[in-house]
């Protein structure tokens, strides 16, 4: 699911004796501002004692990749429930807009650890410098001369032209 | 014991197009077919960062994941994550738009969508055109087999 990057403000009902409470931010990836709000609440009535029905949310805005047109590397730092235990991790990606990051990690969590996305929290996230990151699969490609060709190339069939036999093996190489 | 290794490097690899900054590019599926494009940076294993120049080629600058690319034999010089300008500056220099031109590979592309393109009419004068031709080769053919 394409994650969104939202801001959420929101703070406990304001009463008589507090008619100023606090406001509390939080930054939250959710599909859309309705799950959003979801999360927040979520989060909040962890940490602080205000729920959806104490409580308002007085903002939700989405924030957009200040330049999506520049790759960056992300650390994304998580919490995720195992089956049999709770872990934090570190993972690094690579991509133009932390959005993307955010859905590659979704992914990879889930592939690797089959952890859904209801189990993991995220905590932090950063752009790192490639002087910074750890990561091999992405230190990998910070090289100003990267260069490799694309060795095994799967021909892109249309479906009505999918054929169930074929008398010849598919030919991978294009140079 | 130890290994007799065997394992000697290819001195030449197979491949003679890479995926490189400067390389340019066919984007052979999606929106864009058809348009050449020129990789400015690579994102990771799959995809690359690309710009058409927007000016000469039509494509905006996206990430496009490399399957939807067809590497061609052409590179210019450029930079990491080169400045439109500048991208414009080396293809001019290069000259990739009359190399590319000149290639088959364009050459049949532009005959093929010419071809799917026809009308009726169209199709009528290729048809004439094929006759002519073949009626031309035929009598050809045929006078230099009876002087054979």
């Keep these: 699911m394409p994650m969104k990057h939202f801001q959420v403000v929101g703070r406990k009902a304001p009463t008589e004796s507090d008619p100023e409470p606090q406001l509390y931010r939080m930054q939250i990836f959710a599909p859309n501002r309705v799950t959003a709000k979801s999360r927040f609440w979520y989060f909040l009535h962890q940490y602080k004692k205000m729920k959806k029905t104490t409580g308002e949310i007085l903002s939700v805005n989405e924030i957009f990749e200040k330049n999506p047109a520049v790759v960056k590397n992300f650390a994304i730092t998580l919490r995720y429930n195992s089956r049999s235990g709770t872990h934090n991790m570190t993972k690094e990606y690579r991509d133009t807009r932390l959005t993307g990051a955010v859905d590659q990690m979704y992914q990879e969590m889930a592939g690797l650890h089959r952890a859904r996305k209801e189990?993991?929290?995220?905590?932090?996230?950063?752009?790192?410098?490639?002087?910074?990151?750890?990561?091999p699969s992405v230190v990998q490609f910070h090289d100003s001369k990267i260069r490799f060709p694309i060795s095994h190339r799967r021909p892109r069939v249309e479906k009505r032209f999918k054929k169930t036999f074929s008398p010849f093996r598919p030919n991978t190489f294009v140079g | 014991g130890e290994l007799a290794c065997t394992n000697r490097r290819p001195v030449k690899m197979p491949f003679t197009r890479f995926v490189e900054i400067g390389r340019v590019a066919l984007i052979n599926y999606g929106p864009e077919e058809g348009k050449l494009c020129t990789i400015i940076d690579v994102v990771d294993q799959n995809r690359a960062l690309v710009d058409g120049?927007?000016?000469?080629?039509?494509?905006?600058?996206?990430?496009?994941?490399?399957?939807?690319?067809?590497?061609?034999?052409?590179?210019?010089?450029?930079?990491?994550?080169?400045?439109?300008k500048s991208l414009?500056?080396?293809?001019?220099?290069?000259?990739?738009?009359?190399?590319?031109?000149?290639?088959?590979?364009?050459?049949?592309?532009?005959?093929?969508?010419?071809?799917?393109?026809?009308?009726?009419?169209?199709?009528?004068?290729?048809?004439?055109?094929k006759k002519t031709r073949a009626k031309k080769v035929k009598t050809a053919f045929n006078k230099l087999k009876k002087s054979a």
């Design chain 1, 119 to 135: 189990s993991i929290q995220i905590i932090t996230t950063n752009v790192v410098e490639p002087k910074d990151c750890v990561r």
């Design chain 2, 53 to 84: 120049p927007y000016g000469i080629t039509g494509v905006h600058r996206q990430v496009i994941n490399l399957r939807r690319l067809s590497l061609t034999d052409f590179k210019v010089k450029i930079g990491l994550n080169a400045r439109a």
């Design chain 2, 88 to 129: 414009k500056k080396a293809w001019a220099a290069a000259g990739v738009q009359e190399k590319w031109a000149a290639t088959a590979w364009a050459a049949k592309r532009a005959s093929r969508s010419a071809k799917a393109s026809l009308t009726d009419l169209g199709r009528f004068k290729a048809m004439l055109a």
